[in-house]
């Protein structure tokens, strides 16, 4: 059964950088020609996809985060990880990565979500 | 951007009752339109996919109709595990763009 774990950093400063990992487990994050995204959710609001990378290296991010947002996977650890640089406190949110389907951009499974504060 | 916009953004409903959210996009997606559940502090579950293709494992009574730019989900009896946020997705184009959401509270 695919399982996926997010951990990093719980609490970043203002204009630091958010740094979170995606633990794959159950699968290798290489087999099926799948994408990994990552989305994001701020408290008591709507959910924001943030982009995506094929193992391959292709990616692609939402446009108002690009240039501060850098998705990449390690095929050796298995892992999918998301920075975001120069953060602020619009950036506080859970924090999800998620399997994209092959034959469509819909996401299943999803990881618990981690939780990022940004706060001095 | 492809906007998605749900309606109503909470209902009210009691076990039994036949539920109807419903999602319009910007523009055409044709079918390609997602579903999830998120209950609270949970990571949103998938059960509907190109509109109208149950996700294994989720229960008959939910399904999705609908394409071009409006499309609903349907539970046909409601039951107690069901009170949750209900979100629509497009993915027809890029950037991947979701509904505001349902909340149906009891």
């Known amino acids: 059964q695919l399982q996926l774990q997010e951990s990093g950093s719980g609490l970043v400063k203002p204009s630091q950088t958010l740094a979170l990992t995606c633990a794959v487990s159950?699968?290798?994050?290489?087999?099926?020609?799948?994408?990994w995204s990552w989305i994001r959710q701020p408290p008591g609001k709507g959910l924001e996809w943030i982009g995506y990378?094929?193992?391959?290296?292709?990616?692609y991010y939402t446009p108002s985060l690009r240039g501060r947002v850098t998705i990449s996977v390690d095929k050796s650890k298995n892992q999918v990880s998301l920075k975001l640089t120069s953060v602020t406190a619009a950036d506080t949110a859970v924090y999800y990565c998620?399997?994209?389907?092959?034959?469509?951009?819909?996401?299943?499974?999803w990881g618990q979500g981690a939780l990022v504060t940004v706060s001095s | 951007d492809i906007q998605m916009t749900q309606s109503p953004s909470t209902l009210s409903a009691s076990v039994g009752d036949r539920v109807t959210i419903t999602c319009r996009a910007s523009?055409?997606?044709?079918?390609?339109l997602a579903w999830y559940q998120q209950k609270p502090g949970k990571a949103p579950k998938l059960l509907i996919y190109k509109a109208s293709s149950l996700e294994s494992g989720v229960p008959s009574r939910f399904s999705g109709s609908g394409s071009g730019t409006e499309f609903t989900l349907t539970v046909s009896s409601l039951q107690p595990d069901d009170f949750a946020t209900y979100y629509c997705?497009?993915?027809?184009?890029?950037?991947?763009?979701f509904g505001g959401g349902t909340k149906v509270e009891i």
């Open positions: 523009q055409s997606i044709t079918t390609w």
């Open positions: 159950g699968d290798s994050i290489t087999s099926g020609g799948h994408s």
């Open positions: 998620a399997r994209n389907a092959v034959t469509g951009n819909w996401f299943d499974p």
């Open positions: 997705q497009q993915y027809n184009g890029y950037p991947l763009t």
């Open positions: 990378m094929y193992p391959s290296g292709s990616t």
